[in-house]
């Protein structure tokens, strides 16, 4: 069964303590949905239309395991303590079996 995984690139951090309100709340949320952290940090080089800013990657055993976490109501607190603190591009990407 293919793994899915959570890709998150910030364009922009507007508020840094909306973020850190959220990652207080989204780590616990992203480990109980069965979620392991594969990148979390700024260290980033971009190409092309990239935007070396932050960037997320998480890895789940299915793409069923990463939607669910996502729609969970413990992440979905989450999303709302980040309202408007950053701009970002999030994706839930199937992997390749």
């Known amino acids: 069964m293919p793994k899915g995984y959570w890709v998150s690139a910030y364009r922009t951090i507007s508020d840094p303590e909306k973020l850190a309100a959220y990652n207080k709340l989204a780590g616990p949320a992203v480990e109980a949905g069965g979620g392991r952290i594969l990148a979390r940090g700024s260290r980033v080089v971009a190409h092309d239309a990239g935007i070396a800013e932050r960037t997320v990657l998480i890895e789940f055993d299915s793409f069923e395991q990463a939607v669910a976490a996502h729609d969970s109501a413990a992440y979905q607190e989450a999303l709302v303590a980040l309202s ?14």
């Open 84 to 97: 408007d603190g950053v701009e970002r591009d999030f994706r839930i990407v199937e992997g390749i079996d």
